[in-house]
């Protein structure tokens, strides 16, 4: 899985100098371990090594039922990945992963040009030997070529303010600096990777000054033919300003330019608006049929932050309003004809209390909120949102909500299943309230946390009801010192009427070949040790 979610939350961990850790569950991005990590001493090497290692043991009653899918699953669960639920049926599993960071920074431009280069070997233990593949090979023998890359670029700083980062780099939805900012800050502000999330190939220039910066990027999401204009683009375009110590908002615009018509892809999953894709991450397929297509979306929004730190004082908030608009048009006998208005909303806002002496101790709560549609683009409009998930596998995570299973979490490496994978929830659109409660009991070294959450669709599936149920969590954690850990999780989350829906369950109202019950209730529960090496 080339974007798998635990992969990201490593590059921006680490940086020049290693700093700090913060509970990547749903805390702040308050610092933990002050007094075992001299701070502040610079690292006298032109050429740094780091590497993040994962073993974790599994259970659930989640499971493809199709053989192909059985050593990666990704997508929405009860999505065409063939992903279900089970009360007699569970499985069991441990998976590792490795994360590997190189920083090359020659004294001879004197800190002016960086060279990172990160990558990914992961597997289900027992899987593979002897063979040509990414996320396998520890079965009896191993041998087997398992090296993906993460990212690979250059980090050039012309003038001082100014950073120019090129190649295959972070792509993510928020105004931090991916690769000097702590992972966890980057899930609560901006779009908290809501909308992209992932890595892409291009350029970003940015400026970064005391109390604002801005950004711009370019990246080519798919080549295609290089001598035809059959590309996929993305542009970005970021504005952040600090209005006060605790205070800050921001305004974004992104805009796709998609003239892929569905040649290239992920695998053999395609990309875009009408792909196979964007059905197994759970967005919103636009009924074109076969036809080629031409789209063009664009995002505008806003965000703010207090104390998204929370070092200030107790009180930590964050939100977003964000609205993508466009249109689409598919090839009818030679000329393309308009064939959908593209309009949506999302938002969120997100409240934290931090009633003990660390980052650890806090009671949160955050809602959601996107538009939905309910007769797709039969009105000539498509009214919910779209996200990095048409084009990527998956291209963006909302993994900061604190639950397991109706949204994404971060402990993930071979299988990604989430309820709702992406927050346009297939077209339907989704609002969700999640409430998390964490304590540390012995600060920077025991801690508790429990959540729960409930979700509605905005707009009814064919057949089924709005109510998409409710979760309930909770984790124990040791610090065996710093950024070692040993964790455990676990979930339940019973479904509502949402899922009597045959689309809800198994991607299509008219596909009759499977029953209409609603499938088993799903519950997973996973003994997690992590290790941050440098």
Known sequence: MKHCILLITLGVFIFFNVTAQTDSDMGGSATQFENDIPFGKKVNKELQFFAFYINQAVGSNMYPESSLFSGQLVGRLFGPNSSTTSEKISSRYVEQRLIPFFIYQPKLFNGKAILRASFEIDWTWGDQAYGLSGNKGSAISADQVNLQTQNIELELIPFKDWY?????????????????????????????????????????????????????????????????????????????????????????????????????????????????????????????????????????????????????????LTGFLNYNMGSVRSNQNGEYIKRADIGGLGMNLR?????????????????????????????????GVITGNTWGMPANIFISSGTYILFPHGNVVNRYTPVISDISNMGYGVTAGVLNFSKDFVPNKINAKVGVAAANSSVKPQNGGTFMGWEVNGALKYNFGPFMSLELHGAYMSLGNFFDSNSATHGSDINSIYSTERPANPWTAFLVYKWLLF
């Open 351 to 383: 409240g934290a209390y931090r009633f003990g002496q660390t980052a650890g101790d806090f009671i949160a709560a955050d809602l959601l909120y996107t538009t939905g549609d309910g007769d797709g683009i039969a009105n000539g409009k498509y009214s």
């Open 164 to 316: 120019i980062n090129l190649g295959l780099q972070r792509m993510f939805d928020t105004p931090y600096n991916p690769y000097r900012t702590y992972f966890d800050k980057m899930t609560m502000t901006g779009y908290r990777l809501a909308y992209w999330g992932t890595d892409g190939v291009g350029i970003s220039v940015r400026r970064e000054k005391d109390f604002n910066s801005i950004k711009a990027g370019f990246y080519k999401l798919y080549e295609n033919d290089a001598e035809l204009n059959d590309d996929v683009t993305l542009y970005e375009g970021i504005y952040h300003q600090k209005i006060s110590m605790a205070w800050t908002v921001g305004a974004s615009v992104y805009y796709v330019h998609d003239r892929g018509m569905n040649k290239g892809g992920v695998s053999v999953f395609g990309q875009g608006l009408t792909s196979t894709l964007a059905n197994y991450n759970g967005a919103f397929v636009f009924n074109l049929g076969t036809n080629d297509y031409k789209a063009d979306v664009a995002w505008t929004g806003i965000y703010f932050g207090r104390n998204v730190d929370f070092w200030i004082d107790r009180w930590q």
